[in-house]
């Protein structure tokens, strides 16, 4: 059975403290990794798609990186309007769902 | 954004009564998916559709049904609403079944 462990379950970090989410994950046949925000009362919003180990992508302050066992969400010098929930999914080969981890809470303070 | 919409945004309703849920996109694609998200769970998926009248379980779908008749519509229907199926409902659209881009949801109270 797929599984995805996000962690921490939530951070608190001073604006301009960079830091790092953790997305650890078993999938046979690993066909997508993703990174989604949500914010509160709101649909999730996508960030990135991840296909192989050693992938990186990046989009303003966040960049998400990829390994065989876990991908990394690094948030560098974060503001405030960071604050939000990420959650990672991920999806074996072949399948058509994601399975998503519960989230990271993320609260940058100014 | 990605054109998807969801109709009700909140609805309150009584044990027992059934209730129907509006996914509708306007970018063609062709997944569609129906999703709850509750605390300490996280996003569940319902049912979701591979195409017009094509349609599979996920992983809370006791309880549920689902129709698309069309390839812009997807509803979600509650049979028989019970208190555990109160609930925020995600709907999310998919071009090829990777990445999913997601509606802005419905606040489901059943009393």
């Known amino acids: 059975e797929d599984q995805v462990t996000q962690s921490p379950e939530a951070l608190r970090l001073q604006e301009g403290e960079s830091s790092s989410l953790n997305c650890s994950y078993t999938v046979s046949g690993l066909r997508g990794l993703f990174w989604y925000r949500q914010d509160p009362g709101k649909g999730p919003e996508f960030l990135f798609t991840l296909y192989s180990a050693g992938e990186e992508k990046e989009k303003e302050r966040l960049k998400a990186t990829l390994t065989k066992k876990e991908s990394f969400l690094h948030i560098t010098a974060p503001k405030p309007e960071d604050s939000a929930t990420y959650l990672c999914?991920?999806?074996?080969?072949?399948?058509?769902?994601?399975?998503f981890g519960k989230g990271t809470k993320l609260t940058v303070n100014p | 954004d990605a054109g998807i919409t969801q109709s009700p945004r909140h609805k309150v309703t009584e044990t027992g009564t059934p209730v129907t849920l509006r996914c509708h996109q306007t970018?063609?694609?062709?997944?569609m998916y129906w999703y709850r998200q509750d605390p300490g769970h996280g996003l569940r998926l319902i049912h979701y559709?591979?195409?017009?009248?094509?349609?599979d379980k996920g992983e809370v779908s006791d309880g549920y049904s689902v129709s698309r008749s069309k390839t812009e519509d997807f509803l979600l229907t509650l049979e028989s609403a019970t208190s555990s199926q109160t609930s925020v409902y995600f709907c999310a659209i998919s071009a090829r079944g990777d990445t999913q881009y997601f509606g802005p949801g419905t606040r489901l109270t059943v009393l």
């Open positions: 999914a991920v999806q074996q080969g072949g399948s058509e769902k994601l399975v």
């Open positions: 970018e063609n694609h062709r997944y």
């Open positions: 559709s591979y195409g017009v009248k094509d349609t």
